[in-house]
């Protein structure tokens, strides 16, 4: 029993689920792949006569003709008889035409008939050949090259030219292949070294523009990671990660790359649910801003190289280590960027200042003194202490704040009569319905908070540690000091909240 293939199999290809511009990518990736692999030769041509590689992709609805030309290296007749070869895979294992079937099923999906004009640099003979699809699936597929000689050997080129097209291309999906061809050899036309044109418009691409904090610095950063580590089948992943300055759904998300060639991408491009959240993402901050390349080399992708095939538990492993690398970043895109960027805050200048102040003095002898030599009092002594200066000045001042929230009666004294000596802040937090924050404007660190904002910051940070403890102590029945800052770290958000609901209205 023999397992055969017939030649009819060739007008199967006209039913894959290529793109139009997918199916012509196929055509420009052997144009690049072949330069990549003769560069030296390639580079020295390009040099000499001041070009570089030109890819010139046109489609004449009127004429019904799609033709794909380079100035490349070309092929031999032995190298053209090759590329006709379906199924024979180059020698090698990576790059942008490894599997040795771009060229005939896109040309086939594209077309009905297609032929090829070739001239390999240094060589002065021309190689034609024609593909009639419907002949070669009746069993004639015997091809007729003609030869042309005298050419200039230091001239080469191939033409790809397709007729009897399968499809016809319109206004809107015309502007889509031109969009995705962009975005495709973006790491080319970046780089320089390819001239793609399209319709007779030079293609190039739009470097997004990155959100900037105070200082200046982007919100753009590169990661690397391995995958499989402890297999044969270990593979490395990069790319970049960043936040739009302009948030733009239809920009965000990750473009995936395999040999430096957009396989997913821009304006559809991949947005894992472990960092976007729902499958395809929603329309929140984290899908309008966050952005980024990742490079898997060395993955299967799918026939038509459009999306990346995921064996074993590799989808997972990348998805969960690229929200490693990028969920500081995620976390960033999720505040609005008048939140960012509205002045408030210290800048990266002022929290070093700070940074340094706070070193000197917590690693100070003075401060080696307190740690050491402090007593700490008893619970007992410590409540009683709390509860006779909390009595004392009921009697004598009237609260700055009080008021009912959430069950709670909450009263707010700022006491410039207590003694320096006494502590900067006391909480009486016993009673189930009421908590009294009295802060000691005597105290020496008084002295140090300076402005409204500084003494807005203060008492903030003052009361909520009060209310706090108290939520602690009778909502979970324990003071614990990780629940205490858990609790406030809530309350400490309420001021941004109350901002983002006005900004909503």
């Not at 092929?75 to 024979?88: N, R, V």
Request: glycine fraction near 8%.
């Amino acid at each position: 029993m023999e397992f055969k293939v017939g030649p009819d199999i060739i007008k199967s290809y006209k039913r894959l689920s290529y793109s139009p511009w997918h199916a012509m990518a196929e055509l420009v990736d052997n144009s690049t792949q072949s330069f990549f692999n003769h560069l030296e030769e390639l580079t020295k041509k390009f040099d000499k006569s001041g070009e570089r590689l030109h890819v010139v992709v046109v489609y004449d609805k009127n004429s019904d003709v799609l033709r794909v030309s380079d100035n490349s290296i070309g092929m031999t007749g032995d190298e053209l008889e090759d590329a006709l070869h379906i199924g024979k895979t180059t020698s090698r294992t990576s790059g942008r035409s490894k599997y040795g079937l771009g060229l005939k099923t896109s040309a086939c999906w594209l077309g009905n008939k297609w032929s090829v004009r070739t001239k390999k640099l240094g060589e002065t003979i021309e190689h034609y050949i024609k593909v009639d699809v419907e002949e070669v699936a009746s069993g004639n597929n015997t091809l007729e090259h003609i030869e042309t000689g005298d050419k200039l050997a230091d001239k080469s080129y191939t033409i790809v030219e397709i007729t009897d097209l399968n499809r016809q291309f319109h206004g809107r999906t015309l502007g889509k292949i031109r969009d995705y061809l962009s975005s495709m050899y973006r790491i080319d036309i970046r780089e320089e070294r390819l001239s793609l044109e399209w319709q007779g418009e030079l293609l190039t691409w739009q470097e997004p523009e990155f959100l900037s904090d105070r200082d200046g610095n982007s919100y753009h950063k590169t990661f690397e990671f391995t995958i499989d580590e402890e297999t044969e089948e270990s593979k490395t992943v990069a790319g970049w990660v960043g936040i739009l300055n302009s948030g733009s759904r239809a920009s965000a998300g990750f473009s995936i790359l395999q040999s430096n060639r957009v396989i997913k991408g821009w304006p559809k491009a991949w947005r894992p649910s472990t960092i976007y959240g729902q499958e395809e993402g929603s329309n929140d901050l984290v899908n309008q801003r966050l952005i980024g390349e990742i490079h898997l080399d060395g993955f299967e992708v799918s026939h038509t190289k459009d999306d990346i095939q995921w064996f074993g538990g590799q989808e997972e492993e990348v998805e969960n280590k690229l929200y490693e690398a990028c969920k500081d970043y995620r976390d960033i895109a999720k505040i609005p960027k008048k939140a960012l960027d509205d002045g408030r805050g210290p800048s990266q200048a002022e929290t070093d200042v700070a940074i340094d102040e706070l070193k000197r003095e917590l690693f100070s002898p003075e401060m080696v003194d307190k740690i050491s030599l402090t007593i700490v009092p008893s619970d007992e002594e410590v409540n009683a202490q709390i509860h006779a200066i909390a009595e004392t000045i009921e009697e004598r001042a009237q609260p700055e704040v009080e008021g009912e929230i959430g069950g709670i009666f909450v009263k707010v004294y700022i006491d410039a009569e207590m003694s320096p000596n006494d502590p900067y802040v006391l909480v009486e937090a016993t009673q189930r319905d009421e908590v009294i924050i009295i802060v000691n404007a005597s105290h020496p660190h008084w002295n140090q908070v300076t402005g409204d904002h500084g003494t807005l910051n203060y008492l903030r940070h003052c009361t909520y540690d009060g209310v706090s403890e108290h939520m602690a102590r009778f909502k979970k029945g324990t003071v614990n000091p990780n629940t205490i800052k858990l609790l406030k770290d809530q309350l400490l958000r309420v001021a941004f909240n109350i901002e983002q609901n006005i900004e909503d209205e």
